[in-house]
Every structure is written in structure tokens, then in C-alpha cells.
């Protein structure tokens, strides 16, 4: 089986979420669903047995997610915004924009896709918005497509 070698962009917080996550799906997840699957099996004909059928795709959901977790930890690179330049967007910059022309200004954080969470405004930076603000400065105005066509943002500012 390949490994997939793909770096995955992480903030300190986002490694320790997946470490987390990873950890509960070992201890807690796994055990939960061998006992599911104990109890299903000690009621006999397992082919009409939809406990058992439940049970045996959620323990594939699981070991699919805890291989996908380790490889995410095994690729993962640190974003380490301390040592970047703050007048550049960057990923772990927190960028606030504003559309064009006089439109509301919104704050984001650039994070790796792994990370985004546009309902708690951390976006990817392969997202639309993120790609065109990677490499920007304050001031600097961007154009990002958009299914109702091209909108048009300037950066308010840079942390």
C-alpha cells in the first residue's frame, strides 16, 4: 500500500487536535465498537443482523480514519508564523479583508486545507480567498472568482 507523502500544513493547535482525535478513536472508538460487535455476534444469525452490519462499517470508518490521522501526523509541517514576514499573507496569517467597493470587512485565518473551518474563520489556503491572499500585502487589492463572478477584496490588515 502506498503512503501518501503529501505535506500537510498543521498550526501547533490543529497537530494537538489530530493527535487528540486519534488517541480517542484508539482507546475509546475502538473499544466501543468491538463490544458492539461482541453483542452483535452473541446474537446469532449474522446475516440478517443489521447491529452487526452497523457495527462492522462504523469499525471500517475507524480504522480508515486512524490511517488517515497517522499519515497526517507523519506529513505533518508546522506553521510557524513567529518567523515570517508579518507584511506578507501567509498561511497562519490573519488577514482581514474588505470587499470592494465599501462592503464589510471580515477576519480570517489562513491554515492547510487539513485545518479549515470557514464557520470559525480559519480558511485553506488552496481556498479561493486563501490562494489569492498568499504572498499579498496591506493595501494590495485581490480578485477572486466566485459562482456569481469575480469579487473583488483589499487588505485591511496583516497579523
Not at 492547510?112 to 498568499?134: Q, T, V
Amino acid at each position: 500500500m502506498s503512503q501518501n507523502k503529501k505535506e500537510v500544513l498543521l498550526t501547533e493547535e490543529g497537530l494537538e487536535k489530530v493527535k487528540n482525535e486519534l488517541e480517542h478513536l484508539r482507546t475509546h472508538k475502538r473499544q466501543e465498537v468491538a463490544q458492539r460487535l461482541k453483542e452483535a455476534i452473541a446474537q446469532g444469525d449474522l446475516s440478517e443482523n443489521s447491529e452487526y452490519d452497523a457495527a462492522k462499517e462504523e469499525q471500517a470508518f475507524i480504522e480508515s480514519r486512524i490511517i488517515t490521522l497517522e499519515n497526517m501526523i507523519r506529513n505533518a509541517k508546522i506553521i510557524n508564523s513567529e518567523n515570517q514576514d508579518k507584511n506578507v499573507v501567509h498561511v497562519g496569517s490573519k488577514v482581514t479583508i474588505q470587499e470592494l467597493p465599501e462592503g464589510d470587512t471580515e477576519t480570517y485565518t489562513i491554515v492547510g486545507s487539513a485545518e479549515s473551518d470557514p464557520l470559525l474563520g480559519k480558511i485553506s489556503n488552496e481556498s479561493p480567498i486563501g490562494a489569492e491572499l498568499i504572498g499579498k500585502k496591506v493595501g494590495e487589492e485581490v480578485n477572486v472568482p466566485a459562482p456569481s463572478g469575480t469579487i473583488q477584496f483589499k487588505i485591511v490588515k496583516i497579523d
